[in-house]
């Protein structure tokens, strides 16, 4: 029985759409979707932006591999581009020797798989030439929607993506548009449902009958799905080749739904949201098919499945082999220098007790802070942890019910902690928590004010002068534009004392228990038992960005995208609680009388360190404390001197105005660079300059018999440096698929993310501008190098044990080096460890 | 006077001098053209303050430095009076915020230094047609004007999208540009000078003939057709949404400064315009319509600056239903207003989650029924309608336009008092009548002071009382009245729930983009996107 028939271009066909559809039934559709579905990587919306492995669900494969199954249905790049690789080698980022090193490794990292490396002449001309290579294009399969806008005429792939973003744009609508759609409270199948029937635009564009059709579709997600691959005319067995496709061709939003599947809070997961999308967009492409515009190009869209759907076949090309050589010999440069350094690195020094022991977050940006530190007090120590400090909670702020999670995205948050006035009675608190609300509640009604329909002719016309004088100091840096809205309600000389309390009087408090359990688990899986100095200080990290909706991006990562001043605060009134101190002793872990913990927060933007909650430091550090903060705010210059350099600025205080410049499209420079996660003692690194490139980890392993801390810092630590080191590298090799492309054309749609332009799909990962400065890459693309220190033996063992962390390792997604008694091996795919050098 | 007139030459011909370098050797040093640009503006921003502190020390200026006569006398020359140096200056201003912002926003383009040159020479563009004396300069620098923000429109040519907005801005203003010219030749037969001293001066006599008056009236009729596509009104308006394309400060220096020019069109030729009454009612009911038209699309914009550019388009509408209405000290203040505020809000996109933040309170839930705070609401309004223009000593219902101006003075002010009551749950309470009372006095005051401020300097129609006006008064004015309950109606979900037809094509900008898009597709041969 044909699907169409000849007729009126442009016209769907209806005469078999009430037969009933059982071509697919014996398929089990719902596990293909899952599998679909398990195959798209989270993005999270922009107040809670971090970084995630674009790469997510592919770990099974081959790193190599799975660029190809990628290319299947989405024309992407997993391999840095010729032009990159010359650039690394240019800078001298490896040399010939590490070219030549390459066939050794791809041994190692390739065993089975029988293509033999490129030799190193071949790696070599293609550096030294100036020629292009030769790429084979796109060969995978293409949307009904692209196959028609190749031929010319009318850009149904655009048109559609356009539709599709704007509607998924006014679904997921976090408060942008004063009219919200009607249909929020739907599912988003049956939304687009109602509103296609309402919608001309299709129409109005050529596929008459669009309104129509969509009214005949089954309700249900999965029974449309079910119906739209049946009519698509394609092969049942290609399903899961033809739904990727789909999802690939609105991949941004795919990528929201699947957030929103997965990482809401339970109750407001809907599950059947990205089948539903599977539909929508396949409902497009099967509407074109059944338009009947240009037959020849249906049966092209059904037959490209032939040659195009199956993966297995799917062998890298020249090219790739050529640049995947080039890209391990770049790695095998960067891990060549990185392990001369730290082999070189100055034995442990032990004995005088510290001045101070610094905490800091794993990330890159720390390691320059820290080495600055150390170089100007010999007596301070720092340590390197995930800077949520292990206390995955949400925090609430002052007068909210709900807030954001404090903790990585692989957490859930385990207890709520509520913001308060630490020191203000009950009634003051009342008292700011009113005037907040009064506040913010007339900038609403100011707002609406602003933009209704009718008003904002006056609201111009009576204030719209005022905007002059905001203009002048806005520019200047006089102000910001937009309100800082955290002390709203409390008068500023309490502003310090808003943070996260323990206790509170309308409140639950976490269990005295409890609190000791996180006491010891932070203490433990820091390695800090004994040899307390008088002051540890728990450093936190966040950017000071004006104006930059990435600001999620600079935040820290570990907190959720979030800065880590909460986490820091509330794991320091912990630790020095008196309770939890005694309960800690009885178990043997015996924190000193006169070791104070301090929380504070380290500044990305500016490098400066601020301390909080000075007034409840006793007096007897007060001393301690002063002669720190000039030992922080030497370190904090030195710092700055040393980025100068790397942000192209004139001077150190530069940074300071960058921070405040509503023009400023480069603040900071994040954690690009990022190449290497190191885990060991301070020793390993202590001394070197790893130039703001590594996450660090401190971990002792002769203080973890069991390694059950290793297993900790391998399983949730190691995987999060991993998505951010991929999340870096896709953002360099592919810009337009997994970076969110040109800054300056930003738009933030929805409140919850970016579009490029006009339109277009949402955009996901990280802007242009942040792994490149105009003339030079300011992150090489290079898969993360994870260095251990700890027995061989305990890694397996571990690695035995998680196979999401084997796959990893063993897959390519990253190396693993072990450090054991000052020698370094490194692991091979088969599971050996080579001696590196 | 000859300090003035020299100095608002130097206003565009500053830009122009940076304008004028190679764009090669522009890019090759993008901090140096950084520099430029931004020393150029301030250079032009202290000469504008200079102009303005003249003018209103003594009154107009008007200059001509170079005279030719080809049979018909062309001069090269300023002209300026208190409208004059009030757009120098604000340009200028602008100028210099977004070329500071871009300095750093674009820095690492490879194409800085361009798009540095071309924002140069699009602003040297428009301070020339602030300061032109005659139609010729005027003409010419209105088509410049076109032709550098296409350059700018189209900074990122390997983008269709950016492309296709830029051409649909083309066609449109190619069709002003023909608009213009007819309008130009017109005169110059009519005439026989382009210089505007001698046309404001004839112009009075020349309506009273009957032949004269037609001519006339198709003059007036051919600006307003030009102004509509440079201001972006309905339905000419599509190309605007779609200039997102290009960088933030291309949209602040458009939305902010360029898309002003047709409204300063009309004011700068109100003493020829004001004769063609039927070209001024056509313009006022397109401005209603383009103002409410861009209003209700804006509600359903997902993305800040689509929301943005629609605002944009509404404002203009309005702006223009007040050039229609004769209102000219109103527009000008709505034109130096809105500039400010949107050049502020585009530069200020990014910021949109922090001041969504600031919004967020915990919702409490309103005891007081929906109705009566709208009445209550409503008679405070009326009372501050009534008041607050007897605190200035002026009677707006007198001036042109003040029925349609009070009428949407008084909504907003309701909707004001009533939002405010609503999250206070309380009838009317101070801080409402307060912030009532303070728009009201604010927006009576600036009127004021620019209905002074412009004195005689622009032509002042008198409200004759045609039924056609009160027709068109009518219209304007159930216009506003059904938006009003179009907003009452979106304050429930069961309201939107029955607007829900509506929803789908506003947000869909009622597919009137579609057309010009076809259009494009032809006239370049292209494939056809949307």
Redesign the interface.
């Known amino acids: 029985m044909p699907l169409f028939t000849a007729a009126r271009k442009g016209r769907i066909l209806w005469d078999d759409l009430t037969t009933p559809v059982v071509l697919h039934s014996e398929f089990d559709l719902e596990q293909i979707v899952l599998d679909a579905q398990s195959a798209v990587p989270p993005v999270w919306p922009?107040?809670d932006y971090v970084a995630v492995n674009p790469f997510l669900g592919l770990s099974s494969r081959h790193f190599l591999d799975a660029g190809a199954r990628l290319r299947r249905v989405r024309d992407v790049e997993t391999l840095p581009s010729i032009e990159q690789l010359r650039e690394i080698f240019q800078r001298g980022g490896f040399d010939q020797n590490d070219v030549a090193a390459v066939a050794i490794r791809w041994r190692e990292e390739r065993a089975d798989d029988g293509i033999s490396p490129p030799s190193a002449a071949r790696l070599l001309a293609a550096l030294n030439s100036e020629d292009d290579i030769e790429s084979r294009g796109y060969t995978g399969v293409r949307s009904m929607a692209e196959l028609l806008?190749e031929t010319?005429?009318?850009?149904w792939s655009?048109?559609i993506t356009?539709d599709l973003s704007?509607f998924c744009?006014?679904h997921f609508?976090?408060?942008?548009?004063?009219?919200?759609?009607?249909?929020k409270h739907l599912e988003l199948f049956a939304a687009w449902l109602?509103?296609s029937r309402?919608?001309?635009?299709l129409e109005?564009?050529g596929i008459s009958a669009f309104r129509e059709f969509v009214t005949r579709l089954p309700s249900r997600p999965i029974d449309a799905l079910r119906d739209l691959l049946t009519r698509s005319g394609v092969a049942p067995e290609h399903s899961r080749t033809l739904l990727d496709a789909q999802l690939a061709s609105i991949a941004g939003w795919a990528s929201f739904v699947r957030y929103r599947t997965q990482h809401l809070p339970e109750a407001q997961r809907i599950n059947s949201d990205l089948a539903g999308l599977a539909a929508i967009r396949l409902a497009y492409d099967v509407a074109l098919l059944l338009a009947d515009i240009q037959p020849e190009m249906a049966i092209r869209f059904r037959e490209q499945f032939e040659t195009a759907g199956d993966d297995s076949a799917a062998r890298p090309s020249q090219d790739e082999l050529l640049r995947y050589g080039l890209l391990l010999a770049a790695e095998i440069g960067y891990q060549r220098r990185l392990l001369g350094q730290l082999s070189e690195a100055s034995s442990e020094s032990r004995g005088t007790r510290k001045s101070a022991q610094l905490v800091f977050c794993i990330d890159v940006r720390s390691e320059v802070i820290r080495r600055h530190l150390e170089s100007i007090d010999d007596l301070v120590e720092t340590f390197g942890f995930a800077g949520f400090f292990g206390l995955p909670f949400e925090y609430v702020e002052l007068?909210?019910?709900q807030g954001p999670a404090q903790c990585p995205v692989l957490l859930q948050p385990a207890f709520k902690v509520r913001e308060a006035v630490e020191g203000a009675s009950d009634d003051e608190a009342h008292r700011f928590v009113e005037k907040?609300?009064?506040l913010?509640?007339?900038?609403?009604?100011w707002?609406?004010?602003q933009?209704?329909?009718?008003?904002?002719?006056?609201?111009?016309?009576?204030?719209?002068?005022?905007?002059?004088v905001?203009?002048?100091t806005?520019?200047l840096g006089f102000t910001?534009?937009?309100?800082?809205?955290r002390f709203?309600g409390v008068p500023r000389r309490l502003h310090r004392q808003v943070g996260p309390v323990l206790q509170s009087a309308c409140e639950q408090a976490i269990p005295l228990k409890r609190q000791v359990e996180l006491a010891r688990g932070i203490l433990t899986n820091l390695g800090l038992t004994d040899g307390f100095a008088r002051l540890v200080v728990l450093c936190g990290h966040g950017c000071e960005t004006?104006?930059?909706?990435y600001r999620g991006g600079l935040d820290c990562g570990a907190c959720g995208g979030h800065t880590g001043e909460a986490n820091a605060r509330l794991a320091c009134r912990i630790l020095n609680s008196s309770s939890v101190r005694e309960l800690l002793a009885e178990s043997g872990l015996r924190v000193p009388h006169d070791t104070w913990f301090v929380a504070g927060l380290h500044n990305t933007t500016i490098d400066e360190i601020t301390l909080f909650d000075r007034h409840a430091i006793p007096a007897s550090h007060a001393t301690d404390v002063v002669a720190l903060e000039v030992t922080l705010a030497q370190a904090g210059r030195l710092t700055r001197l040393e980025r100068i350099g790397r942000m192209g600025a004139s001077s150190a205080e530069d940074t300071f105005r960058r921070a405040k410049?509503?023009?400023?499209?480069?603040p900071e420079w994040g954690l690009a660079g990022n190449a290497a996660f190191v885990v060991g003692r301070r020793s390993l690194t202590r001394g070197t300059s790893l130039g703001g490139r590594t996450f660090l980890h401190s971990y002792d392993h002769r203080k973890d018999p069991d390694h059950k801390v290793l297993e900790l810092i391998m399983t949730a630590p190691m995987v999060v440096t991993n998505w951010i080191n991929l999340q870096y590298y896709a953002s360099t090799v592919d810009n337009v698929a997994y970076g969110s492309g040109?800054k300056?054309?930003?738009?933030?749609?929805?409140?919850l993310g970016i579009?490029e332009?006009?339109?277009?799909d949402l955009r996901t990962g990280l802007p242009w501008?942040s792994v490149?400065?105009?003339?030079r890459m300011q992150h090489d693309p290079l898969r993360l190098t994870v260095i251990i220190e700890a027995p061989r033996t305990a890694i397996d063992g571990i690695l035995d044990k998680h196979a999401n962390i084997r796959n990893l390792v063993e897959n390519g997604w990253m190396y693993l080096a072990a450090c054991e008694s000052g020698q370094f091996y490194r692991r091979r795919a088969d599971g050996t460890w080579a001696v590196a050098a | 006077m000859l300090l003035i007139a020299i100095a608002s030459c130097l206003c565009p011909a500053i830009y122009l001098a940076v304008g004028m370098l190679p764009t090669v050797w522009a890019n090759a040093r993008p901090h140096r053209m950084r520099g430029l640009a931004q020393g150029a503006s301030l250079l032009a921003v202290g000469l504008a303050g200079l102009c303005l502190f003249g003018v209103a020390t003594s009154r107009s200026t008007e200059a001509t430095f170079l005279r030719a006569n080809v049979g018909i006398e062309l001069t090269l020359g300023v002209y300026v009076d208190p409208l004059a140096a009030t757009m120098l200056l604000l340009i200028t201003?602008?100028g210099?915020?977004v070329t500071?912002?871009?300095?750093?926003?674009?820095?690492?383009?490879?194409s800085q230094g361009r798009f540095m040159k071309w924002m140069c020479l699009t602003l040297a563009a428009v301070l020339t047609l602030v300061i032109s004396r005659n139609v010729l300069m005027f003409t010419c620098a209105w088509v410049l004007t076109s032709l550098s923000l296409h350059q700018l429109l189209t900074h990122?040519r390997d983008?269709?999208?950016?492309l296709v907005?830029a051409r649909k801005k083309f066609l449109i203003s190619r069709f002003g540009d023909l608009a213009l010219l007819i309008a130009l030749i017109l005169i110059g037969r009519t005439f026989g000078s382009f210089e505007y001293d001698v046309l404001f001066a004839q112009a009075g006599d020349l309506a009273k003939t009957a032949d004269g008056g037609m001519t006339l009236a198709w003059i007036g009729f051919l600006y307003v057709l030009g102004a509509m596509t440079k201001s972006s009104q309905f339905p000419l308006h599509s190309w605007l949404?779609?200039?997102?394309?290009?960088?933030?400060p291309v949209s602040a220096l458009m939305h902010a400064g360029i898309i002003n020019a047709g409204g300063f069109l009309v004011l700068r030729f109100s003493p020829l315009i004001v004769h063609s009454t039927w070209g001024l009612d056509f313009l006022a009911l397109i401005g209603g319509v383009t103002?409410?038209f861009g209003?209700?699309v804006?509600?359903?914009?997902?993305?800040?600056?689509?929301?943005l550019a629609f605002?944009t388009i509404?404002?203009m509408g309005?702006m223009m239903l007040q050039c229609g209405l004769g209102a000219y000290p109103?527009a000008l203040?709505?034109i130096?207003?809105?500039?400010?505020?949107k050049?502020?809000a585009f530069?200020?996109?990014?910021?949109?989650?922090?001041?969504?933040?600031?919004?967020?309170?915990?919702l409490?839930l309103p005891t007081l029924s929906r109705e009566k705070l709208l009445l209550a609401s409503a008679a405070a309004a009326f009372a501050v309608t009534v008041v607050t223009p007897w605190i200035w000593r002026t009677s707006p219902i007198e001036k042109p336009g003040g029925v349609i101006l009070l009428l949407?003075?008084f909504?907003?002010?309701t909707?004001?008092i009533q939002?405010?009551s609503?999250?206070?749950d309380r009838i009317c309470p101070p801080?409402a009548l307060a912030a009532g009372l303070a728009?009201?006095t604010?927006?009576f005051g600036?009127?004021l002071m620019f209905d002074r401020w412009l004195g005689d300097s622009l032509a002042r129609p008198t409200p004759d009382a045609h039924l056609r006006d009160y027709v068109l008064i009518a219209l304007v004015s159930v216009g506003?009245l059904g938006?009003?309950w179009?907003?009452w109606m979106?304050d429930t979900?069961h309201g939107?729930?029955r607007?829900?037809?509506l929803?789908?094509?506003?947000?869909?900008g009622f597919?009137l983009d579609?057309p010009l898009q076809r259009l494009v597709a032809r006239v370049w041969k292209t494939?056809?996107?949307?």
């Open positions: 922009l107040q806008a010319g005429g009318t850009d655009r048109i356009n704007s744009a006014a609508d976090d408060g942008q548009a004063a009219w919200p759609s009607p249909w109602e509103s309402i919608d001309q635009r109005r564009l007068g909210a019910d907040r609300a009064r913010r509640n007339w900038r609403l009604a707002k609406s004010f933009s209704s329909t009718f008003s904002c002719f006056s609201y111009v016309e009576s204030l719209g002068l005022g905007y002059a905001k203009l002048l806005d520019s910001r534009p937009a309100p800082l809205s709203d004006t104006n930059n909706p410049d509503w023009s400023e499209i480069r040109n300056v054309l930003h738009n933030v749609v929805g409140q579009l332009g006009n339109a277009g501008q490149h400065d105009g003339t | 201003g602008l210099w915020v500071r912002f871009a300095a750093r926003y674009l820095d690492g383009e490879p990122y983008r269709p999208a950016a907005s949404p779609d200039t997102m394309e290009t960088p933030t103002a409410i209003a209700v804006m509600l359903a914009q997902t993305s800040v600056k689509r929301s605002s509404a404002q309005f109103a203040l709505h130096v207003a809105h500039s400010c505020y050049a502020h530069l200020s996109s990014g910021s949109v989650l922090e001041y969504a933040a600031a919004r967020r309170a915990p409490s949407v003075m909504l907003a002010v909707h004001l939002k405010i609503r999250v206070r801080d728009v009201g604010a927006y600036l009127y506003f938006v009003f179009l907003q979106l979900p939107r729930f607007l829900r037809g929803y789908v094509h506003a947000s869909r597919y579609l494939q056809l996107t949307a």
